[in-house]
């Protein structure tokens, strides 16, 4: 089957920039999480949908953040405007239940 | 606060030995782990996972061990090989919601 999708794999922005990133789930996953992975630290939950409704958004810093789920399957995570503690690797993942997922490659951003 | 620990940043191993990653976790409702390998450049791969109601799960040259009195999980590569090599995180969840991941372990297996 094929994996999660997500572009671009790399990005470079000045800080108060915008950016956005792009995330395809596996076919028939109903769920799906973005995660941010800084550098020398373990990745942290973002936002999780079920289908297009949001499950957890706790960790979302939504002065600057937003996600959307469009129809259940594509997704996008952006960022408005950019600090420089953005600079990450922005990770989705998707899953048909609760446990193991499947992550996709990343999008590599880093803000100067 | 971290509530899934990974102490040691890096190990080496020679080829063939057995390689030996540590987790703890401080949350007792955690029910679930898995552990996660990481290539540069590549989103992480699910390696294998263990219930709170086991406490060994095998898989090939993978064991993972899981000690719930000390809230402590091992996991085993036996043997270990240079294709091993990459950062291995775990990662705990309770009743099936968000994931809490360790901050991983770069294990470099030598030739």
């Known amino acids: 089957e094929a994996g999660v999708a997500q572009s671009p794999r790399y990005k470079i922005i000045e800080k108060r920039q915008s950016v956005a990133f792009w ?3 596996i076919s028939g996953h109903a769920t799906l999480y973005w995660y941010q992975q800084i550098l020398g630290q373990g990745p942290k939950l973002l936002i999780q949908f079920q289908n297009n409704g949001v499950v957890d958004d706790s960790q979302l810093p939504k002065d600057r953040f937003s996600a959307e789920r469009l129809k259940g ?3 996008t995570l952006k960022i408005q405007p950019a600090k420089l503690e953005d600079s990450a690797v922005y990770l989705c993942a ?3 239940r609760a446990y193991g997922y499947t992550f996709g490659s990343g999008t590599r951003l880093t803000v100067v | 606060d971290q509530q899934v620990k990974q102490n040691s940043p890096s190990l080496s191993v020679q080829e063939g030995r057995i390689s030996i990653l540590n987790c703890d976790y401080t949350n007792s409702m955690f029910d679930y782990f898995l552990w996660y390998k990481k290539y540069p450049a590549e989103g992480p791969t699910f390696l294998i996972s263990i219930s709170s109601i086991k406490d060994k799960n095998e898989d090939g040259r993978f064991t993972v061990f899981l000690n719930k009195s000390a809230k402590h999980l091992s996991l085993h590569i036996v043997p270990s090989q ?9 990662a705990a969840s309770a009743y099936g919601n968000q994931f809490y991941f ?3 372990t770069s294990l470099t297996v030598i030739p």
């Open chain 2, 102 to 104: 360790g901050t991983g």
């Open chain 1, 94 to 96: 998707s899953s048909p």
């Open chain 1, 73 to 75: 399957v594509d997704s």
């Open chain 1, 23 to 25: 995330c395809n789930p």
């Open chain 2, 82 to 90: 240079p294709g091993d090599s990459a950062v291995y995180f775990c």
